[in-house]
């Protein structure tokens, strides 16, 4: 099978126009493929698609793709790159119709991006089916020509190492327990040599007196973990490194403060944070980035039994701040208050951490951007430089971050606690709710640079972003990873 692109015309009558690979193409069967798109109805618009079969005997089946004005770039409303956001698309699209063609093999277009032509491809073609009988038939998407490979292998490894974050969050949480989570990790850096991934037990836990997480996973029956991984992609070892830290609740009943059971089962996906920030390392580590990064991810259940937290407990952190859990169910934030603590230990040059938080940043931006809480406008500038190319200052990843406040307004919030020095949740219980998370997580950083990313918004797909498939949307991997790569060009850091 073959995938071809083709721009829309700018004006609305007119020819439209093929990439050079369609051009080409048209050229090897006669003019053949022009004159079929010219009889066979209106233009191609943007994302929709024509196939046709028997023009040459080596691609039986040809789909061409809209996609969309040749010169879409920047797009400043949207804060994204357009063109290349088109590119993702209407390649995914062409790739699943040839799988339901149930063709293996399909080459594609590199339409002028190869790099989005194959995150477009990879991205738009992953399924999780590992437990169906019956499974769409796996295609292998391959360039289509030479001329732009590297770029076209570095798409792959960007949407593979996103795709692998999604078969985490999508896989059941009695496939994916804290300990599995930790050892489907370490086996995929296994082949790497300056990677070093530690499975830290419950009995280390307690030596570190992660007394918040602890007290989080004393309700399941299934052991805490505590993963550590440490990338020495550096020149220097001693370098400091930029740490990511995700929260890890394998499954999130929402303990005694029990969640309403309709849509309880998409919590298998709490421990998004760990799956985006560990498949970020992995993909740093395919792609050999010059830097250090260190990787924690409390890992743990959050379950209802006679020995869970109740409502109205006190525990005791890592740095020794106590805490009143009021609500249970704001569970992630107690895993992190030690996680962030432990981060401390290595000298960071930034701390990012990432997280299925609050209900409420989903309600303040919905799927559209992942909600970024900082402290430093230089690591903000790097965040969302990453999603942006320096020359024309546009969105790269398409995977967009949007800045959230963090004023000391939501500080007294969590810090006016009749028994401890914090309360798990703000005291005007839903109002600003993602804020008053970001604000408790603050008063575990002494750090000058670290930012809190609210992915609760971004954790599934349901039909927002046209290259993935529904289900668990493992983002914001390729935003982190980029962030990452960014972090390592920079001298002046």
């Not at 930790?182 to 009995?203: C, T």
């Not at 430089?385 to 307004?409: C, K, Q, Y």
């Not at 005007?428 to 993602?434: F, L």
Request: glycine share 10%; proline share 4%.
């Amino acid at each position: 099978g073959l995938v071809l692109g083709i721009y829309s015309s700018e004006k609305d009558e007119g020819a439209a126009q093929f990439t050079s690979a369609g051009d080409a193409f048209d050229r090897l069967v006669s003019g053949k493929l022009r004159e079929l798109l010219s009889v066979c109805g209106p233009p191609l618009k943007k994302g929709k698609t024509r196939m046709f079969h028997g023009l040459h005997q080596d691609f039986p089946s040809v789909v061409v793709v809209g996609l969309g004005k040749k010169n879409a770039g920047v797009n400043d409303q949207e804060n994204w790159n357009e063109g290349k956001e088109n590119i993702r698309a209407a390649v995914a699209v062409g790739c699943r119709q040839l799988q339901d063609l149930e063709i293996p093999c399909v080459e594609v277009d590199p339409c002028g991006d190869a790099q989005a032509a194959a995150e477009g491809a990879v991205l738009g073609l992953h399924e999780y089916n590992e437990l169906k009988q019956k499974k769409k038939p796996a295609v292998t998407p391959q360039l289509h020509g030479s001329a732009e490979s590297e770029a076209w292998q570095k798409g792959v490894i960007y949407a593979e190492g996103q795709n692998l974050a999604r078969y985490l969050m999508e896989a059941p949480a009695n496939y994916i327990t804290p300990i599995k989570f930790a050892e489907h990790i370490e086996q995929k850096l296994r082949s790497f040599s300056n990677v070093k991934v530690h499975i830290r037990p419950e009995s280390w836990i307690t030596t570190q007196q992660m007394g918040a997480f602890l007290s989080v996973a004393k309700g399941s029956s299934e052991p805490p973990i505590f993963l550590e991984i440490h990338y020495l992609g550096g020149a220097n070892t001693n370098d400091s490194p930029l740490v990511f830290v995700g929260k890890g609740v394998t499954f999130d009943s929402g303990g005694i403060s029990l969640k309403p059971s309709s849509g309880m089962d998409a919590m298998r996906a709490d421990m998004g944070g760990a799956a985006t920030i560990c498949s970020a390392i992995v993909t740093a580590a395919a792609l050999n980035l010059p830097l250090n990064i260190i990787g924690l991810a409390p890992l743990c259940e959050n379950m209802p039994s006679g020995k869970a937290n109740k409502p109205g407990d006190v525990v005791r952190a890592k740095n020794g701040k106590t805490i009143q859990v009021d609500n249970t169910d704001a569970e992630g934030r107690l895993l992190l208050a030690d996680a962030l603590c432990y981060a401390h230990d290595f000298n960071a040059k930034a701390i990012v951490n990432a997280a299925t938080l609050t209900g409420a940043m989903d309600v303040a931006l919905g799927s559209a951007a992942t909600g970024v809480f900082t402290n430093s406008s230089w690591l903000w500038s790097h965040l969302y430089e990453a999603n942006h190319n320096n020359n024309s200052a546009s969105i790269l990843t398409g995977d967009r971050v949007w800045r959230m406040p963090l004023f000391e307004h939501y500080t007294k919030q969590v810090t006016d606690c009749p028994l401890a020095d914090l309360s798990n949740i703000g005291k005007y219980s839903r109002a600003g709710g993602a804020c008053t998370a970001a604000a408790f997580l603050k008063e575990f950083v002494t750090a000058s640079h670290w930012a809190h990313l609210d992915i609760a918004g971004v954790m599934s797909n349901k039909d927002e972003v046209p290259y993935l498939r529904k289900g668990m949307a493992g983002r914001p991997t390729r935003t982190l990873v980029e962030f990452a790569a960014r972090l390592s060009q920079d001298s002046h850091s």
